[in-house]
């Protein structure tokens, strides 16, 4: 049985694993030339995403690519004194296990744990799915495949083929962020140091790895701002109207905008569709229920609904009019629940009082000063996300009969995208 994916990042990979390892034979379809490495910002992977990439073979190569930040810097605008907590406390108290790592670093172990055993086909992109599985692309022939799925991200070019006017279920959530790369002049060595605001947060972090730093901006806004995705000029301009005057260091960051070697911008927007699949198409991660990037925890989603996508499947034996269906009931309880966590998140990151700009600073400095029991207990209370993150569970799918071998008619390796 063949399966197209669209998109080779942490979602697209992942379900590629997972999906060859029940034995169905699976294209991805990348529109950039190589494996993104855009400069993105750094991701959380909680406990059931640290627990399926242990059953995947990569987490020693993930926590080795862990960034390492473990202190936490607030400085309070119109403050004369920073505030330092330990990172580790609140990391460890939000989650039972919990890697923080570059989405750039997570795509590439997930890609290089599956090139291998799938077709990887970059450069390219679809342009048509019909209904009897024919699907068009960019650059190459026409193909067939018996199933096609979206793991494009937020602006899925699938979900806009197959959903139409109903792919547009985007909710903005009041907020927009951006992330940009610059060296690591300050020395940055595992700490995070945050200016805070009234409605806007700007921050800067390394890696032990990267030699270079991340400066990620968060700020509120009434209504969506009018900037396509792909208006590199506007969206840095938007920023410097956003975060002008914060602080001097602040000001240093806007002046690499122009500089920079990766820039990122999007609004906070969550996607809330009524169903991700229709006919032999279904969508995963981002692509079909994005809680809010930077704030929602969608990583860690993507990673487990990439995961359920390919056991339902597999024990549905291929059969989309069950999988789908039965992966769509054990997602909702998580997507719904991952909306929640991210309103919660954007509430606290971006204060949008000067109330909540010294509350979010003390509260740090609060569960960083209590010993590990205590502080653990108190971010488990007042945290939204850490009881979410906490509560997810995945069920420990067993390997279909075509992972051991026995492919059952399942596993049908096809040829370069080229061919028909």
């Keep these: 049985m063949r399966i197209l994916v669209s998109g080779a990042g942490v979602a697209g990979s992942v379900l590629a694993y997972w999906l060859t390892r029940h034995g169905f034979s699976v294209t991805v379809v990348e529109r950039a030339p190589t494996l993104r490495r855009t400069g993105g910002h750094a991701v959380d992977l909680f406990r059931p995403a640290v627990d399926i990439s242990e059953r995947m073979g990569v987490l020693p190569r993930v926590e080795a690519r862990a960034t390492g930040t473990n202190r936490l810097t607030v ?16 990391f460890g108290g939000a989650s039972e296990r919990h890697v923080e790592i570059m989405r750039d670093d997570l795509s590439e172990i997930y890609y290089d744990a599956t090139r291998d055993d799938v077709e990887y086909v970059f450069g390219d992109s679809i342009t048509a799915i019909s209904p009897d599985g024919e699907v068009r692309f960019e650059n190459a022939a026409p193909r067939r495949f018996d199933l096609v799925v979206g793991a494009d991200g937020l602006h899925s070019n699938v979900r806009r083929l197959v959903f139409g006017e109903d792919s547009r279920a985007e909710a903005f959530i009041g907020a927009h962020f951006g992330v940009l790369t610059l060296p690591d002049v300050t ?17 800067i972090y390394g890696a032990r790895h990267l030699g270079e730093a991340r400066v990620l901006f968060l700020f509120r806004s009434e209504r969506e701002l009018d900037c396509h995705h792909h208006d590199v000029p506007r969206q840095k301009e938007l920023l410097r109207g956003a975060f002008a005057g914060l602080h001097a260091d602040v000001d240093g960051w806007l002046g690499e905008l122009d500089r920079t070697p990766a820039f990122y911008f999007d609004s906070i927007t969550q996607l809330r569709m009524d169903t991700w699949s229709r006919g032999t198409v279904t969508l995963v991660g981002d692509a079909g229920y994005c809680p809010g990037p930077a704030v929602g925890g969608s990583t860690s989603l993507a990673v487990v609904g990439a995961y359920v996508l390919a056991a339902e499947l597999a024990r549905a034996g291929g059969d989309h009019e069950r999988a789908f269906p039965a992966y769509e009931r054990v997602m909702a309880q998580h997507v719904h629940g991952s909306r929640a966590v991210a309103l919660n998140a954007a509430k606290t990151l971006i204060p949008r009082s000067r109330l909540g700009v010294w509350g979010l600073a003390q509260g740090a400095r609060l569960i960083s000063a209590l010993p590990a029991g205590p502080s653990r207990a108190l971010v488990r209370l007042t945290t939204q996300s850490a009881r979410f993150y906490n509560s997810v569970t995945v069920e420990d799918y067993l390997p279909s009969p075509a992972a051991s071998g026995d492919q059952g008619g399942f596993a049908d390796k096809s040829g370069g995208l080229g061919t028909a």
């Design 75 to 90: 400085h309070r605008e119109g403050a004369r004194r920073p505030v330092r907590a330990d990172l580790s406390k609140i």
């Design 187 to 203: 020395g940055l060595d595992g700490e995070l140091v945050i200016h805070v605001g009234v409605g806007r947060t700007a921050g």
